[in-house]
């Protein structure tokens, strides 16, 4: 088992920033992959970005291409999600999550472990 917990979300003016974490416990971080979900009301849960387990390879959606950073610190076993340049249509509760194998797939059936979520609002 993984249990995962992610803060960092909050209110924030088009154009602004946001840094959401991912802590993790249970069984060994480094052996994840990590991916970023949001999921806005009344649409179903969608892919932000991944990391594999040693960081050196990350996925972005085209839709945060840019904006987005993903990246992992497994000695304090915690994954983070850099966002910049917030838009409006970033509004949603943003979910961490675990997996094995390939971080190219992206599907949520894909990731084993997930968070509670956390609330990222942008207003214009």
């Known amino acids: 088992q993984v249990q995962l917990v992610e803060s960092g979300g909050g209110l924030v003016q088009a154009g602004g920033s946001l840094r959401l974490s991912c802590a993790a416990s249970?069984?060994?971080?480094?052996?994840?992959?990590m991916g970023w979900f949001r999921q806005a009301p009344g649409k179903e849960r969608e892919f932000v970005a991944a990391?594999?387990?040693?960081?050196?390879?990350?996925y972005y959606a085209d839709s945060v291409k840019g904006r987005f950073s993903i990246s992992r610190n497994n000695a304090k076993n915690t994954v983070y999600l850099q966002m910049n340049s917030l838009k409006p249509e970033d509004t949603a509760v943003y979910y961490c999550?675990?997996?094995?194998?390939?971080?190219?797939?992206?599907?949520?059936?894909?990731?084993?472990?997930w968070g509670q979520g956390t609330q990222v609002a942008v207003s214009s």
């Open positions: 999550a675990a997996k094995t194998g390939s971080i190219y797939y992206t599907a949520t059936g894909d990731y084993t472990y």
């Open positions: 249970g069984r060994t971080f480094s052996f994840y992959g």
């Open positions: 990391i594999n387990w040693n960081g050196r390879n990350t």
